[in-house]
Nanobody, 120 residues
């Protein structure tokens, strides 16, 4: 059974930064592409970022390019999302997901999410 657990969300002022973490279990970490989505109140799920399984190639959604960086630590089986210069528009629940296709924006599993709130 795949279990995806996110952490690191919280309340931050505009211009601040956060680093989200994701520690999945139940599958071989290095065999999958991983990524992040977000969902703001009243909106659909939005692709944020993805990192390929082998080459560490990264992909970003147009609305977050230049503001977020996705990375992973294979030794710790952990994915990170560094978010800088946050603005209130980034307020959303952020979900870590596995087997993310950055072109179709599909994935097969995602976690419960972590809330990020950016105050103005």
């Amino acid at each position: 059974q795949v279990n995806v657990v996110e952490s690191g969300g919280g309340l931050v002022q505009a211009g601040g930064h956060l680093r989200l973490s994701c520690a999945p279990s139940g599958r071989t970490f290095v065999s999958y592409a991983w990524g992040w989505f977000r969902q703001a109140p009243g909106n659909g799920r939005e692709f944020v970022a993805a990192i390929a399984r082998r080459e560490d190639t990264t992909y970003y959604g147009d609305s977050v390019k230049g503001r977020v960086t996705i990375s992973k630590d294979n030794a710790k089986s952990t994915i990170y999302l560094q978010m800088n210069d946050l603005n209130p528009g980034a307020t959303a629940v952020y979900y870590c997901a596995s087997e993310v296709n950055p072109f179709t924006k599909e994935c097969d599993y995602w976690g419960q999410g972590t809330q990020v709130t950016v105050s103005s």
